[in-house]
C-alpha cells in the first residue's frame, strides 16, 4: 500500500476547468497503477479514469470522454486529472487510488486517498 493525497478540488462554475493532483509517497510510485473515482451524495462510488504504470495506456469513463484527461508524472510521483468543461453533475468526492491491476473496478485497488471536493454550480 501506498499513501495517497490528493488536492486541487475546488467551487468553479459550469464550463470551467480544475486540475485534480494525487501526490504518492512510494519510492515505487512507477509499478503501480493509479486511477481516479468519484462519489456524488447518496450516489455510488463511479470510476473517473486510470493510467497505467508508466503512462502509456489510459481509461476514461464514457460519461467523461472529451473532458476529462489524465495523465502522470512518474518523477514527481503525481497522478493529474484535468477537467474541463465541467457540469454541475461532476460535482462530487474524487478520491485517487492505487494498485497492482491496471482495472476500472474500486475493488482492484488497495490505496486511497482521503479524497478532495469538486463542486460545479450551474
Known amino acids: 500500500q501506498v499513501d495517497l493525497v490528493e488536492s486541487g478540488g475546488g467551487l468553479v462554475q459550469a464550463g470551467g476547468s480544475l486540475r485534480l493532483s494525487c501526490v504518492a509517497s512510494?519510492?515505487?510510485?512507477?509499478?503501480?497503477?493509479v486511477g481516479w473515482f468519484r462519489q456524488a451524495p447518496g450516489k455510488e462510488r463511479e470510476f473517473v479514469a486510470t493510467v497505467s504504470r508508466i503512462g502509456a495506456t489510459s481509461t476514461i469513463s464514457d460519461s467523461v470522454k472529451g473532458r476529462f484527461t489524465i495523465s502522470r508524472d512518474n518523477v514527481k510521483n503525481t497522478v493529474y486529472l484535468q477537467m474541463n468543461s465541467l457540469k454541475p453533475e461532476d460535482t462530487a468526492v474524487y478520491y485517487c487510488?492505487?494498485?497492482?491491476?491496471?482495472?476500472?473496478?474500486?475493488?482492484?485497488?488497495?490505496?486511497w486517498g482521503q479524497g478532495t471536493q469538486v463542486t460545479v454550480s450551474s
Open positions: 487510488a492505487g494498485g497492482r491491476f491496471y482495472s476500472t473496478r474500486g475493488s482492484d485497488y488497495d490505496s
Open positions: 512510494a519510492r515505487t510510485f512507477s509499478s503501480i497503477t
